[in-house]
């Protein structure tokens, strides 16, 4: 994690750090499948490879009005907190999937950062309504 701000309270920003467990997780359990079925297999692996090129170059930054994705060091997506209605970390004992639900449109993200730094920046700067 990177971060401004020198409080855990504080509302400065804070950058996610990655987390490979989920792309890892898959690129090794295509392993096995392969012994049963090699299509599935691939398909599994493939998309555990997707994950980690997005894990590598995917960064999400809170900061005090909006949630900020870059790729690389451009900017790709601004959510800005005054439209979100919800969010939820699903399975948070195994946390895989993040959702949040803005005016116009719903989003699921993988979760390829540290999740509980991400549920204590969701709680900080966007209270559940």
């Excluded at 996610?16 to 599935?40: D, E, G, K, R």
Aim: include cysteine; hydrophobic fraction near 50%.
């Amino acid at each position: 994690m990177t971060s401004a701000a020198s409080s855990p309270t504080s509302t400065q920003t804070v950058e996610l750090s990655p987390s490979y467990t989920l792309p890892l997780v898959l690129i090794v359990a295509a392993v096995p499948i392969l012994l049963i079925q090699i299509w599935v297999s691939l398909a599994i692996a493939l998309f555990g490879l997707f994950l980690l090129f997005q894990t590598v170059t995917i960064r999400l930054q809170f900061t005090e009005t909006a949630l900020d994705i870059y790729r690389s060091e451009t900017m790709i997506r601004r959510f800005p907190y005054q439209e979100w209605q919800n969010w939820r970390i699903f399975w948070p004992s195994l946390p895989i999937l993040f959702y949040f639900k803005e005016v116009k449109s719903i989003h699921f993200l993988p979760i390829l950062f540290d999740p509980k730094m991400l549920k204590t920046c969701l709680e900080q700067r966007c209270p559940r309504l």
